[in-house]
Structures are given as C-alpha cells and as structure tokens.
T-cell receptor, first 113, second 111 residues
C-alpha cells in the first residue's frame, strides 16, 4: 500500500492563479480530509468527505473547493490563489469505524506570491 | 465551541529528562483523544489514542498519556526522552467525523 499520496510536493503560484492539489489513498478509506498547517496555528480543517459524492466544510473553507467523485481521490482546488493561502497542506484519510484515527499524506508546500 | 489547548509552545530538554506535555480540551459530549507527532520534514504520525476504557494509554516509542475526565486533560508523558524525540507534538480531539487540533508543542532534545 502506498497509503496517502499527495502531489505536488511543492508549488509556487502567483496571486490569482488557480491550481488543484491532488490527494489519493489506496486503503479504501471512506473518510478523507484536507488540513492546512501554519506556524503557531496547528492544523486547521478545510474540507472533509465522508464518502464518494459527499463533502462538507471545515473550519477554514473559504477560497477552497473540493469534490469526491471516487473513494480514492479527494482533490483540493484553489480557485484564485491569495498570499494568505501560503501554507502546508495535508490530506488525511480514515476508516469508517475508526474514522478519527487519521492517516496523513506527506504534505504539499504552497507559496503564493 | 470545541477547542484544544496545548500549554507549552516550545519545550527544551536534555536527553534522559522526563517529559510531560499538557493538553486540555473543551468539547460537549463523548470525546476521542489523540496525540500525533511530526518529526522534522515528515508528515504526522499517530502516537496514541484514547477512545474508552483504561484512562492510561500507552503508545509507540515509550509514550503514554492519561485521560483525566474531571480536568478535561490528556497529557502526554515519557519517562526519559531521546534526541530522536525532537519533533512537534499535536493533541487532537474528536467526536464526529473530523479532528480538532491544538496548536502544537515543539520539543527540542539536546544530546
């Protein structure tokens, strides 16, 4: 098992550009989440999904979109990047009956200029 | 509102010293509690978790945590730290489909 994979590892964007952060898991996990990690702020939940076709907002959803067309994939879209979205983004997944024990991907470091 | 508070922002210890990292939570209902660790340049890994039962939970690498319901606390402990324990530690609480994380504690261990 590859676990949770994320691409790209690092990305530089200009303000106003759009991009998609990819996340995939091969553990057949129902639950998937996106977090952003900022210094001194811990991890904050952006969006999460409890299964294919079902998504919901977390603590800081503004400026981000998600979709869940398959169990394996949970992409995060930045529609118009802003410097405030400079962060490290982590995708996580978990299994239904132990949904809160989350398995994290390696992260994507995003810099918005 | 649900929240997690980690009291120590940065802890500096010498090897073989004992460690205790504080974590308090505010949550209305049954909680599940977690400690995650992030080693430099790596992603988060689960150290230990508490769902129910014995309030003293043992995790990987010699870590343990005690759930004290009356104090809304879930402190992380290790009797003797090693240089390799240098990392950032996150307490998290959940009661639904997603976790709420504390802001993290950076542990630096000098050899």
């Amino acid at each position: 098992n590859a676990g949770v994979t994320q691409t790209p590892k690092f990305q530089v964007l200009k303000t106003g550009q759009s991009m998609t952060l990819q996340c995939a898991q091969d553990m057949n996990h129902e639950y998937m989440s996106w977090y952003r990690q900022d210094p001194g702020m811990g991890l904050r939940l952006i969006h999460y999904s409890v299964g294919a076709g079902i998504t919901d907002q977390g603590e800081v959803p503004n400026g981000y979109n998600v979709s869940r067309s398959t169990t394996e994939d949970f992409p995060l879209r930045l529609l118009s990047a802003a410097p405030s979205q400079t962060s490290v983004y982590f995708c996580a997944s978990s299994w239904g009956q132990d949904q809160e024990t989350q398995y994290f991907g390696p992260g994507t470091r995003l810099l918005v200029l | 509102a649900q929240s997690v508070s980690q009291h120590n922002h940065h802890v500096i210890l010498s090897e073989a010293a004992s460690l205790e990292l504080g974590c308090n939570y505010s949550y209305g209902g049954t909680v599940n509690l977690f400690w995650y660790v992030q080693y430099p340049g790596q992603h988060l890994q689960l150290l230990l978790k508490y769902f129910s039962g014995d309030p003293l939970v043992k995790g990987i690498k010699g870590f343990e945590a005690e759930f004290i319901k009356s104090k809304f606390s879930f402190n992380l402990r290790k009797p003797s730290v090693q240089w390799s324990d240098t990392a950032e530690y996150f307490c998290a609480v959940g009661g639904g489909t997603a976790l709420i994380f504390g802001k993290g504690t950076t542990l630096s261990v000098s050899s």
